[in-house]
């Protein structure tokens, strides 16, 4: 009797972090059943797609590649397809009855009967609400082994006008901080120095202890050099969590922290639940309290009923904040949420304009906010080797600026080095090691 052939399988990950993360855990429940990873399709015996719903292009782009891979599956009907993530919860059954070349569809808050589908072959669809999501304590297979992405919440309950979040990942549910605690200890076991902690609204964190809390909590554990989380929503910016920012020692100094508009008329028909005045205030807050700390954010263009007026006062926005970095996107009306019905949609070509006119300005700000860096001594956390010029490690500063600096013997990943800033670029700053 041969030897029996070890199964693959192939995970496709598109879209946030929380989607990395996800696909972490799915290579930890197909590693635990025995199938190792392969870095093509067509080698797999199961192939995953872990999607993203948050604009029409990225839809689009799975839709794609899904048809590319009806093929392989004519050619090896043994093959497994699944369909995982934002829009298998979006758009369930609808999937396997647009494409019956897919095995399984599996939501986000279901990813942990991957284990029984898998084995039992079923072909079904597993989007139900799923209240033990943040109980399951699943095998994560980690790409990175200095820094580690951390569910501490799911789901939202904001309900942003344009946004498909509440009905991809449902209500927000807060894991137990215990669990959290556990999982971040058993890290600093493995050498682990910097974790970043996820939910779509970090700040509204709510179990046994609040976010501050859950802060200090980890603050207090060894081997753990830096904290990190993402994403904050502005109206849950409270002053405790500014100060424990500033106080505990192991949290870095940036946040990102998405305006959307500068237009509080259409912060209104976001549903976003602060004015701009409000935004500006919080901002010039953490400035006062941390005038080191960096502010990232995100802006929409063109969203329904934006006039020129209302894009001006995003623009005038962007010149009184200086972000040091945004991501800026075209409103995209998505399946049933309110702004996609709601009148005043404005046209592409004017949205388009507008989105270029906010990279035009934001880039040069980034810039010239890099360019302050310059000079300067910065702690870095080296996270590896540049995927670009092999010749280099890459770091960040507890600012979450990327730094670049030559391959030096006695420096390795994980290492946290003192370096100088000599080169700033748009993207990226140089140092050299002192
Ligand atoms: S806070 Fe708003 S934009 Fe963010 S995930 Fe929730 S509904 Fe979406």
């Not at 280099?392 to 800033?421: E, H, M, Q, S, Y």
Request: charged share 30%; net charge neutral.
């Amino acid at each position: 009797m041969g030897k029996e052939k070890v199964k693959q399988y192939y995970i496709e990950t598109f879209g946030c972090q929380m989607n990395v993360h996800d696909s972490e855990k799915m290579a930890g429940i197909l590693k635990s059943e025995g199938y190792i990873e392969t870095g093509s399709a067509k080698d797999a015996d199961v192939v995953i797609f872990n999607t993203c719903s948050i604009r029409q292009k990225a839809e689009q782009k799975f839709f794609s590649e899904l048809g590319r891979i009806k093929s392989l599956k004519k050619r090896r009907p043994e093959l497994q397809i699944a369909v995982a993530g934002c829009i298998a919860q979006q758009e369930g059954i609808k999937i396997i009855k647009r494409a019956p070349h897919v095995d399984f569809v599996v939501g986000p808050q279901n990813i942990n009967a991957l284990r029984d589908i898998i084995t039992s072959r079923s072909d079904s669809v597993f989007i139900d609400d799923n209240p033990s999501i943040t109980e399951v304590e699943l095998p994560a297979d980690r790409k990175d082994n200095v820094r580690a992405w951390i569910n501490i919440m799911y789901g939202c309950d904001n309900f942003c006008s344009y946004c498909i979040v509440p009905y991809t990942r449902g209500r927000e549910k807060s894991r137990a901080s215990r669990s959290i605690i556990n999982e971040i200890k058993d890290l600093a076991g493995k050498d682990y120095k910097e974790v970043t902690l996820l939910g779509q609204n970090v700040n509204s964190y709510m179990s046994d202890m609040d976010f501050p809390g859950l802060l200090k909590e980890i603050n207090k554990i060894d081997g753990i050099e830096r904290i990190r989380f993402i994403t904050s929503h502005p109206k849950d910016l409270s002053d405790e969590l500014i100060f424990a920012v500033r106080d505990m020692e192991k949290v870095c100094e940036h946040i990102h922290l998405p305006l959307q508009s500068g237009s509080t008329k259409i912060l209104g028909l976001m549903n976003r639940k602060y004015t701009y005045e409000d935004y500006k205030k919080k901002v010039g807050k953490l400035k006062e309290i941390m005038p080191q700390i960096t502010i990232t954010s995100d802006i929409i263009a063109g969203f329904p009923q934006e006039t020129d007026e209302d894009h001006k006062e995003t623009v005038k926005a962007l010149n009184e904040i200086e972000f040091d970095g945004v991501f800026a996107f075209k409103f995209s009306p998505r399946p049933g949420t309110r702004a996609s019905n709601m009148n005043g949609q404005v046209p592409e070509d004017i949205k388009s304009d507008r989105l270029y006119e906010i990279l035009e300005i934001q880039n040069k700000i980034t810039e010239r906010k890099n360019k302050e860096f310059k000079g300067t001594l910065q702690e870095i956390l080296i996270e590896g080797k540049d995927e670009k010029d092999t010749g280099r490690f890459t770091g960040r500063t507890r600012t979450n600026k990327i730094v670049n600096i030559p391959l030096k013997n006695n420096v390795k990943p994980a290492d946290i080095i003192t370096v100088k800033i000599t080169r700033a670029g748009r993207h990226s700053l140089e140092g050299d090691i002192l």
